[in-house]
């Protein structure tokens, strides 16, 4: 029965805290960067925030610098996406911080104009919607510079079965570049 009794605590725990952390310097990563002639993450420096920019968008992630090179990639930001599971959100476009939804984890890769280049999604934890890590649907982001919004069925291809994917990825390419260009450098 003890036996019983933990492994029902062990689930819950993991269902409510299974969120672990963000990977920031993730393998993936690293390999994108090596390709532009970064060696390894001591190349990267951390951005700030500002506080005022804070209160305006949530961030579940990083934004970094890369110093090191002349290459194509300037900025990255790498960061998580919490959206809901199918049929859990009340609302249109509300997401899930209370562990109750799923995740995944992206990083974008920024010129020095703060034009997205590439984003890539390397850790997904969500049970629908797998089809958005798919590098060609991924590959419409390449060339976003905030000038224009995204919208899915617009300019952003929708995919059958991964409504919500694509909305939390879509949204969040798109906050995540208006921030960019927001912050001073």
Not at 77 to 97: F, L
Not at 106 to 128: C, M, P, R, S, W
Not at 165 to 171: L, Q, R
Request: aromatic share 12%; charged share 25%.
């Amino acid at each position: 029965m003890r036996g019983v009794v933990f492994l029902a605590i062990s689930f819950f725990t993991a269902l409510v805290w299974g969120q672990g952390e963000i990977e920031y310097q993730n393998r993936t990563l690293k390999k994108a960067l090596s390709k532009d002639g970064v060696s390894d993450f001591s190349h990267l420096s951390e951005l700030k925030v500002a506080d005022s920019l804070l209160q305006k968008h949530r961030i579940v992630g990083k934004f970094f610098e890369v110093t090191a090179n002349a290459g194509k990639y300037k900025y990255i930001y790498t960061g998580r996406v919490n959206s809901c599971r199918a049929g859990g959100c009340s609302t249109s476009g509300e997401t899930s911080d209370t562990g109750n939804g799923e995740y995944f984890d992206y990083f974008i890769l920024f010129d020095e104009g703060k034009t997205v280049q590439i984003v890539k999604v390397f850790n997904y934890q969500a049970t629908h919607g797998y089809e958005i890590t798919a590098r060609g649907w991924l590959k419409q982001f390449s060339g976003h510079d905030g000038s224009e919004p995204l919208q899915v069925n617009k300019n952003v291809d929708a995919i059958s079965g991964a409504t919500i994917s694509v909305n939390a990825i879509t949204e969040d390419v798109e906050l995540k570049t208006d921030l960019l260009q927001r912050l001073k450098m």
